[in-house]
């Protein structure tokens, strides 16, 4: 169970690197070009509107990567709480099963002393 769980942080950590490597490509690659063609604007106004435009699509980038990691952390405590109400009730199905079991082999074993019983009395 730990083995699994420490996969999951693992594969859930090298999974929001990977996107977050993504996204800051996307952001470079979105916003270098509008700074280097904009003539139009004064220099300061621009790297001002350009700084305010990119600080409110980082957050909401980091709101939603927030949202996501919240939303994985919910869905491996929903995971881990049902895997061990899972190993729960396998562990119940296995006592039951080894009751039936034994006592099955109790009536086994009776029946065979039974039938030595009856097959000595009949060669006597």
């Known amino acids: 169970m730990k083995r699994v769980l420490i ?3 693992f594969v859930l950590t090298a999974s929001v ?4 490597s993504r996204i800051n490509q996307l952001f470079w690659r979105k916003f270098t070009p509008r700074a280097m063609s904009s003539t139009t604007e004064a220099p300061g106004e621009f790297q001002k509107n350009m700084n305010m435009t ?3 699509e980082v ?3 980091l709101n939603t990567l927030v949202k996501v990691q919240r939303d994985q952390a919910n869905i491996i405590n929903v995971r881990d709480a049902q895997s061990e109400e899972f190993e729960k009730k396998v562990m119940n199905f296995m006592d039951q099963t080894t009751d039936v079991l034994q ?3 109790k009536k086994i074993k009776m029946l065979q002393r ?3 019983k009856i097959a000595s009395d009949i060669e006597e």
């Open 114 to 116: 039974i039938f030595h």
């Open 59 to 61: 957050m909401d980038v």
């Open 103 to 105: 006592k099955l082999d």
């Open 17 to 20: 690197l990977a996107k977050d």
């Open 54 to 56: 990119n600080a409110k």
């Open 7 to 9: 996969f999951l942080l």
